[in-house]
């Protein structure tokens, strides 16, 4: 009888010699039946990564600019409060119970100036929400720290501020990465 060549298992591992036929790939019944079912898992997880990937697509394609906005808000007052870390609250110079980034001007009253560092700043919850913003010692707070010309500059006009999708998401990326270099 014509010597059979030795084949290794697909499953176990194992050294076989073939039975029937040269193409067999694995061992014996059971290792061919662990091994189809691994194939249909194999199967089956890759088109469920494609379902996934496809959910993720069309959800992006969904964003509004407002959304990518709401993103952008979140992580850059996040940079806020990591840029602040260790002041006091901006208004009642308090160490602040809980964090919040607090806009001098508001986003609703002066939306250009929603994303100007120098129109942001480490504030405590209370001042912040239940005290509107506390302006009043806010402003004075403000004046000494980033000096009476730079106030005066958020205080006067500017120009309304167009974003696109792109640019919402390049200063998304760009803030996340300034969080990163704050917190390493
Ligand atoms: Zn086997
Ligand atoms: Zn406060």
């Known amino acids: 009888m014509k010597q059979i060549k ?3 298992c697909r499953q176990c591992g194992c050294k076989f010699k073939p039975r029937f036929k040269t193409t067999e790939i694995v061992c014996s019944i059971p290792c061919s039946i662990e091994y189809a079912k691994k194939q249909t898992k194999k199967k089956q997880d890759k088109k469920l990564k494609e379902i996934n990937k496809d959910v993720r ?3 992006k394609a ?3 600019t ?7 808000q979140v992580v850059f007052n996040k940079w806020i409060r990591l840029r602040d870390e260790g002041l006091n609250c901006i208004s009642c110079n308090k160490p602040p119970k809980k964090k919040n980034a607090g806009h001098y001007r508001s986003v609703g009253s002066c939306p250009e100036l929603r994303f100007e560092p120098l129109n942001v700043h480490l504030q405590c919850e209370y001042c912040n929400t239940f005290q509107h913003g506390n302006l009043i010692p806010y402003r004075q707070n403000l004046i000494k720290k980033i000096g009476i010309s730079s106030v005066e500059w958020l205080e006067s006009n500017h120009e309304p501020k167009h974003y ?3 640019e919402l998401i390049i200063l998304k990326e760009e803030y996340k990465e ?3 270099n704050l917190t390493k």
């Open 66 to 72: 407002s959304d990518y906005l709401k993103e952008l």
């Open 6 to 8: 030795k084949k290794i």
């Open 178 to 180: 300034k969080i990163k």
């Open 57 to 59: 697509e069309r959800k």
């Open 164 to 166: 696109s999708k792109p």
């Open 62 to 64: 969904l964003k509004t």
